[in-house]
């Protein structure tokens, strides 16, 4: 079975790009744009893996790092911040909030899968 990725972004272009091209790499792909959305999502669709962008309205990427990382349900779940957001102080931010990499756009479609591919290795090995 394909492993299920969940990207959240609310710019609808990189959304869908980042959408189809994981999704021609074999993954199965849910999308939401917005955090709350996003929250909802990660319960009912259990998710390998989260892509969070941070800078969204209202309840931004940060946040919803935050409450999937207290929430016993969610808390296993690798999370992949991807954003254009690349000083170190949002760096340290996104780790402090609990993501597990944390990637800048735009990048290179390789090294996003690559990234992928190693943070999926690692979470099947603590299960």
């Known amino acids: 079975m394909p492993e299920k990725l969940l990207i959240v972004d609310d710019d609808l272009e990189t959304l869908r790009l980042v959408s189809l091209m994981l999704q021609r790499q074999g993954y199965q792909i849910i999308t939401a744009s917005n955090g709350r959305?996003?929250?909802?999502?990660?319960?009912?669709?259990?998710?390998?893996?989260?892509?969070?962008?941070?800078?969204?309205?209202?309840?931004?990427?940060?946040?919803?790092?935050?409450?999937?990382r207290k929430s016993r349900d969610t808390a296993h779940i690798p999370i992949l911040m991807f954003t254009a957001k690349g000083q170190v102080e949002d760096l340290v931010a996104g780790y402090e909030a609990g993501a597990d990499d944390y990637l800048t756009k735009p990048i290179h479609p390789v090294e996003l899968s690559a990234r992928l591919k190693a943070i999926l290795g690692r979470s099947k090995s603590v299960k």
């Open 37 to 68: 959305q996003a929250l909802s999502l990660a319960l009912t669709e259990k998710p390998d893996l989260v892509i969070l962008d941070v800078m969204m309205p209202e309840l931004d990427g940060l946040e919803v790092a935050r409450r999937l």
